[in-house]
């Protein structure tokens, strides 16, 4: 097969061969050319499911291909679809376990086939209809908004004629955008360069997570070092995981980018330069404002370990003024303003049952309606106490703590606001473990929380979003199939498979040294 005959197919088919055969040979510090691989294996399948049971959007000329009618109308079509999804996803979770298991003593030689892992893994993710969450037509809508003048702070998609067509999700219809300024910027520009089509807007808004995911890891990987900490291992816990694979790029969302320019921000904070710094996490607030909380580290950064507390609040107010004054100049640029300040006063309403907030204030609820109390109202009293007490411990961590830790400290920080608050969606996540891993993430009950969270947000969307025509018959409803299919892949690995069963059941080799924070 000639790259000249076949195109740029040919180009990108030589070029993934060169990356496999530059791997070293397999030994005990380098890893399976098979977990690798079966990663591949598992984003392939994806892509094929994600044809039957992903969202198109009405107006998608894919709708009538004779292909993708069969795959998303015929029984048949529809229940493979669903496996292949399913299977791959679970594949991809045991290739990025197998992947950490074969590269365990983080020597010299892991780096490559880290990066290797991420381009095969996440390239073919690129060309999946969109699969565990449809918002990126929603940046489709919002960008149709601002080419036409309107003001998503102000106004929500259901403006827009035709609207519903184009895939949008219909608890957007009336929703303000909780996207900073620089974001909107991003989706009017998609949406002029392509006519807003949906298929084409789709293809860029990953061209984009694509530069976020390739931020987070150059990113994460310098600033790992600059810890003490090994650079390939932090990136292999937080962009080599299947979770940021599907949620940044078969999802689209913009949390890469977001996380991307937060990531450098700190670094070049830690660096000394703190004017890139800013700017770098002020980009990250313009791209999703809930990263304001990476401002007051920054400071911190700045004024150094031995900073007095004055300087600590000229350094703080420094930086808020700079980012302020930056936020100001760009509030011209059509005419946005500060309405994205609303996304961090005025969140999401409601709950989620699965967190622990939720999980607490049903069971509260249900206590107090036994008695005779108005458990409802109770329940949302404690919702809304505990999202306090996070946010509390986020300010207790930018008042105090080891200076010596500021990075650290900042993970932490923004951990407790995501696992306190009332509704924590699974790319939420992502938001905090890149601080965590940069600075050590050991292997015991700390790396295995981990592992559990990725499982389970992995296993939890493979049926939470299937998009399946009413009409359709299968063997079993779509979200057991593919539930059934989940939890029976994740008991072989736990139970049966004799490789990833080592993680539940054996303690891990005495390496916790070269893992354990030094930030």
Not at 143 to 172: C, F, V
Not at 266 to 274: D, K, L, M
Not at 412 to 431: D, E, K
Request: net charge positive; proline share 5%; aromatic share 14%.
């Amino acid at each position: 097969m000639s790259a000249t005959r076949f195109g740029l197919l040919g180009r990108v088919l030589e070029w993934l061969r060169s990356l496999w055969t530059a791997l070293p040979p397999v030994g005990v510090n380098q890893p399976s050319h098979w977990a690798l691989g079966q990663g591949f294996v598992g984003s392939l399948l994806m892509v094929y499911g994600s044809f039957g049971v992903g969202r198109l959007a009405d107006v998608s000329p894919l709708t009538r291909s004779p292909f993708f009618i069969a795959l998303r109308t015929e029984s048949w079509g529809v229940t493979s679809c669903i496996l292949a999804l399913v299977v791959g996803a679970m594949l991809l979770t045991r290739s990025w376990l197998r992947l950490g298991q074969r590269l365990r003593y983080w020597g010299s030689g892991t780096v490559r086939p880290v990066a290797v892992a991420i381009v095969l893994w996440g390239l073919p993710l690129a060309f999946t209809v969109p699969i565990y969450s449809r918002d990126v037509y929603a940046y489709v809508g919002q960008g149709r908004l601002m080419a036409a003048g309107l003001n998503p702070y102000t106004t929500g998609i259901s403006a827009l004629n035709n609207w519903l067509e184009l895939g949008t999700d219909p608890s957007w219809a009336s929703t303000r955008t909780p996207y900073g300024p620089y974001f909107l910027w991003l989706e009017r520009w998609v949406v002029q360069l392509t006519g807003g089509q949906p298929d084409t807007s789709v293809l860029l808004f990953r061209v984009l997570a694509l530069a976020g995911v390739a931020l987070c890891a150059f990113y994460g990987f310098k600033l790992a070092r600059l810890h003490g900490v090994d650079g390939a291992r932090a990136v292999w816990l937080t962009v080599a995981n299947p979770l940021f694979l599907i949620s940044c790029i078969a999802s689209a969302h913009n949390e890469a980018l977001m996380i991307g320019f937060a990531v450098a921000g700190v670094y070049y904070a830690a660096r000394g330069n703190w004017f890139l710094g800013i700017v770098l996490a002020t980009a990250s607030i313009g791209i999703k404002p809930i990263t304001a909380v990476v401002l007051p580290f920054v400071g911190l950064l700045w004024a150094g370990p031995r900073a007095t507390w004055l300087r600590k609040f000229l350094c703080w107010a420094a930086t808020g003024l700079v980012s302020l004054g930056l936020f100001a100049a760009s509030s011209l640029v059509y005419g946005l303003g500060f309405g994205w300040v609303n996304a961090i006063v005025d969140p999401t309403p409601g709950f989620i049952a699965y967190t622990p907030s939720g999980f607490a204030s049903n069971v509260i609820a249900w206590l107090g309606s036994t008695v005779g109390l108005d458990g409802g109202s109770i329940a949302e009293v404690f919702r809304t106490v505990l999202k306090w007490i996070g946010v509390g411990l986020a300010v207790l961590l930018i008042l105090r703590g080891d200076n010596n830790k500021v990075v650290r400290r900042l993970g932490l920080a923004f951990m407790f606001i995501v696992v306190l608050g009332p509704i924590i969606q699974p790319w939420y996540v992502l938001w905090f473990i890149p601080f965590l891993a940069v600075t050590g993430i050991r292997d015991n009950w700390e790396i295995r929380l981990w592992y559990l969270t990725v499982v389970f947000f992995v296993v939890f969307g493979a049926q939470d979003q299937l998009y399946v025509f009413g009409f359709v018959n299968t063997p079993l409803a779509p979200e057991a199939i593919a539930g059934i299919t989940a939890v029976a892949f994740l008991a072989y690995l736990v139970l049966i498979d004799p490789k990833t069963r080592r993680i539940v059941f054996e303690r891990p080799a005495g390496r916790q040294n070269l893992a354990a924070r030094s930030s």
